[in-house]
């Protein structure tokens, strides 16, 4: 009997465009999450000069600019960063709702791998618990994430490998 046909991304992208959009809302998070993203593309091996940041005021301007990279065609994936924080936010449910569901649609919309890194948090105890102390790095989490997508879509694309 055959086996399964089996394809899986992995984190070993040697070379790779990202860019990453990080909102200034609640920078002393964000700030923190990209910090991580770049740390974990460096270790992955991914060039600084492969890499394009962008800074927007807040979460619900990430998409455009995110839009923008994904349209223009030149990017392996890009990587969204951001904190709403429902303590500090009385439209949160607008700010986080609004942002997740646009950088989805976008996804699809352009096929490249869009990694939401927006940290959607109650408080700002739990941002920080998320933003390198005691629940990790959002930041570090999206880099691993984008990596892993652009490991599998060129495995996908790649003609005639894994067996179909
Ligand atoms: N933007 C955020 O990224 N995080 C928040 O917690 C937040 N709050 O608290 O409102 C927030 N608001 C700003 C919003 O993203 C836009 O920048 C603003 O509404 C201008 O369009």
Not at 126 to 154: C, F, H, P, W, Y
Request: a negative charge; aromatic letters at 2%.
């Amino acid at each position: 009997m055959a086996e399964t046909n089996r394809i899986d991304g992995d984190l070993t992208v040697a070379q790779a465009k990202i860019a990453i959009v990080a909102g200034r809302f609640n920078d002393f998070i964000v700030e923190s999450l990209l910090r991580a993203a770049l740390d974990t593309l460096a270790r992955a091996g991914i060039a600084d000069g492969d890499i394009t940041v962008s800074h927007v005021p807040g979460a619900l301007e990430i998409p455009l600019a995110v839009q923008e990279y994904a349209a223009a065609g030149r990017q392996d994936a890009v990587i969204a960063l951001g904190a709403v924080i429902r303590g500090a936010t009385p439209h949160f449910d607008l700010v986080a709702g609004e942002s997740a569901r646009a950088l989805a649609g976008l996804a699809l919309a352009h096929s490249v791998p869009i990694i939401n890194g927006i940290l959607t948090t109650d408080t700002i105890e739990q941002a920080v618990e998320r933003a390198g102390t005691k629940a990790g790095n959002k930041g570090a989490d999206a880099a691993l994430a984008a990596l892993e997508m652009i490991s599998l879509l060129r495995k996908i694309r790649e003609p005639r490998t894994g067996g179909e």
